[in-house]
C-alpha cells in the first residue's frame, strides 16, 4: 500500500487506516510538505516486512515522529528531515534499515538535554541487531557522543551519506562494528572540507572489512577522498577492493598525481584491488 501526500483528519485516522489492513505486507507512506493534520505516525500491524516513511516536520520538532510496532518488520527505510520521537518496538526480524535524518533541528548539539540523548540511544540501540544499515553523516555524529557506544555486532554492510563534515567520528563507530565486512562513504552531495587524519584502526580493519567504495562523482572533495583511500589502504588487512566513484573524465594535475601515488603504494592486504571509476 502507498500513502503518499494525502490529508488526514488527524493521527488517529492515519492510524486506524493502517492497522484496517490485516494482511498488510508492505507500506510506504509520505508525507505532505504542508501540514496533513498528522504528527506522529503510529504503524502497529503484526503482518508488515516492508516500511518506507518519507516525512518532513521542520514546522514541529518538538510533537512530531513515528511510533513502530511490526514484530515481522525486515526492511526499514526512514527518510526524515526532522522530528524528535522516533519509537521502534519488536523488532527481532529487523535486517535492513536505511536511515536518512537530520538530527539537528537546533542547529547546535549542545542544546539537547539528557532525555533527547536517552531517547535517542534507546532508538540506536534498539536497531543494533541488523545486518544492513544505510545511516545520514549527522546520525553517525550523535551517535558518537553516546558513551558506551551501542553495538552492532551483526552488522555487515555499512553505507553512510556525509554532506558537509567529514566524518572524524568515523573510526570509533567503526570500532561498534566489529563484523562489519563492505563500506561505502558517500560524498556525492558534499562540498569542499578538510580532510582529519585518521590514527586509529578498528577492529573491523583487522579482521572482516573486505570491501569499501567511495564515492564522489562531483569531485568536490576528491583529496579526501584519495586520503581516505589511503588510510583503508595501508590499515585494512585483509580488504579484497576498493573502488573510487569519481564519475570519470579528467582530473588536475595534482589529483592526477596523488592517485598515481596511491594506485603505486604498498597495501596492508596482498590481495587488494583499487578501481579508480
Known amino acids: ?14 492510524e486506524k487506516l493502517i492497522s484496517s489492513c490485516p ?9 505532505r510538505y504542508e501540514d496533513d493534520n498528522v504528527k506522529v505516525i503510529r504503524v502497529h500491524s503484526l503482518t508488515l516486512t516492508s516500511l518506507s516513511i518519507k516525512a518532513n516536520h521542520r514546522l514541529d ?20 528531515a526532522t522530528s524528535k520521537n522516533k519509537t521502534i518496538i519488536n523488532l527481532g526480524s529487523l535486517t535492513n534499515v536505511s536511515f536518512l535524518v537530520k538530527m539537528f533541528p537546533r542547529y547546535n548539539i549542545a542544546d539537547y538535554d539528557e532525555v533527547d540523548f536517552l531517547m535517542f540511544r534507546n532508538f540506536f540501540t534498539s536497531i543494533s541487531g541488523l545486518r544492513d544499515m544505510k545511516i545520514s553523516w549527522d546520525a553517525l555524529e550523535f551517535i558518537d557522543k553516546f558513551t558506551p ?15 558537509w563534515l567529514f ?10 562494528c ?4 563492505s563500506l561505502i562513504l558517500d560524498f556525492n552531495d558534499s562540498w569542499v572540507m578538510e580532510y582529519t587524519k585518521l590514527t586509529t584502526v578498528p577492529r573491523c580493519l583487522m579482521s572482516s572489512l573486505e570491501f569499501v ?30 573502488v573510487l566513484h569519481l564519475g570519470g573524465g579528467s582530473t588536475n594535475e595534482k589529483h592526477s598525481k596523488s592517485l598515481n601515488n596511491l594506485m603505486a603504494s604498498p597495501r596492508r592486504s596482498s590481495t587488494c584491488q583499487i578501481v579508480v571509476c
Do not use: W
Open 178 to 181: 566489529p563484523n562489519l565486512r
Open 167 to 176: 566524518p572524524k567520528e568515523l573510526p570509533r563507530f567503526l570500532e561498534s
Open 61 to 80: 520538532y518538538e510533537n512530531a515522529g513515528f511510533i513502530i510496532d511490526a514484530p515481522r518488520l525486515k526492511h526499514l527505510n526512514i527518510k526524515d
Open 1 to 14: 500500500m502507498r500513502l503518499e501526500n494525502n490529508l488526514y483528519v488527524n493521527d488517529a485516522c492515519l
Open 149 to 163: 557506544l551501542p553495538q552492532f555486532c551483526n552488522l555487515s554492510s555499512l553505507e553512510i551519506e556525509i554532506f
Open 23 to 31: 494482511v498488510l505486507e508492505d507500506l510506504s507512506f509520505v508525507k
Open 213 to 242: 567504495a567511495i564515492k564522489d562523482e562531483t569531485k568536490f572533495v576528491i583529496d579526501t577522498v584519495i586520503e581516505l583511500a589511503s588510510y583503508f589502504a595501508e590499515n585494512a588487512a585483509i580488504l579484497k577492493k576498493l
